[in-house]
């Protein structure tokens, strides 16, 4: 499932191809991935005619503000892929729902093999009316200056397990995983140490491996697993797999002290880390 860093890859690609283009023709196969309209009519003409003004990013949803002040919202859900073509000749793959045509006919698709994701039409100022989720969304870390005494004070407020809360899109927003593991690992702190018990160093630490994973990931276009489908906008896989440090990485040595990395089993989930290295 794409994560904060890979939705971003894919926004800033977005905002650099798409913005300023006029879409021309919208086709739908159906209403799975635009199920929040009634029909796929409402759907098209509430996008058709419509200049893209600018991409932004509400957490993992993003945002492509129309002219007249609506705007048409991606969620990539599972699998969900937003793909530039040249041309409506260029071969697509399977499981395509979307496909938008600019006016220089070259195209955007959304392509979703498991369906989890959408798009949508709606007001641009109050896309929290649609999801609400976005009105209790946590702070950005890609978009926010965050100050490491705010996330101090909100982080020794939770007596909670640290791979847990960073995984809260109501404290973090877009942390799954991949991400939790590697911020902890570049923080030296175990997953299963609760919130409020770090102390004011280890609170920075925090903070600054949160910052700078992410970061390093969106630098690095994200992360693409054998299993999942995460591609950018023109198909490529991201690179940041290769640098995961404990992600995944069981059996495998440390990259800090060359002990044998482990993995704990949590509500149904992995998290991999070292024993050495995080206390
Ligand atoms: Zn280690």
Known sequence: ???????????????????????????????????????????????????????????????????????????????????????????????????????????????????????????????????????????????????????????????TKLKTLLMDQKFVAGIGNIYSDEILFAAGLRWDRTADSLSAEEIRRLSRAIIETLNEAVKYRGSSLADEQYVDLFGQPGGFQDRHQVYDREGKSCPRCYRTLVRARYSNRSTFFCEACQI
């Open 1 to 159: 499932m794409p994560e904060l860093p890979e939705v971003e890859v894919i926004r800033r690609d977005l905002d650099r191809e798409v913005a300023g283009k006029k879409i021309k023709a919208v086709e739908a196969t159906g209403l799975r991935s635009i199920r929040r309209h009634k029909s796929k009519k409402a759907f098209i003409s509430a996008v058709e005619g419509h200049t893209i003004k600018s991409v932004t990013r509400r957490g993992k949803y993003i945002v492509m503000r129309l002219d007249g002040d609506t705007a048409l919202v991606a969620h990539l859900g599972m699998s969900g892929r937003l793909l530039r073509a040249k041309n409506a000749k260029v071969p697509s793959p399977k499981h395509l729902h979307v496909v938008f045509t600019f006016s220089d006919n070259s195209q955007l698709r959304f392509v979703d093999p498991r369906t989890f994701g959408e798009m949508f039409v709606t007001s641009y100022l109050e896309i929290e009316d649609e999801v609400t989720e976005l009105a209790h969304l946590g702070v950005d870390p890609l978009d926010e200056a965050m100050s490491w005494e705010t996330f101090g004070r909100l982080i020794t407020s939770r007596h």
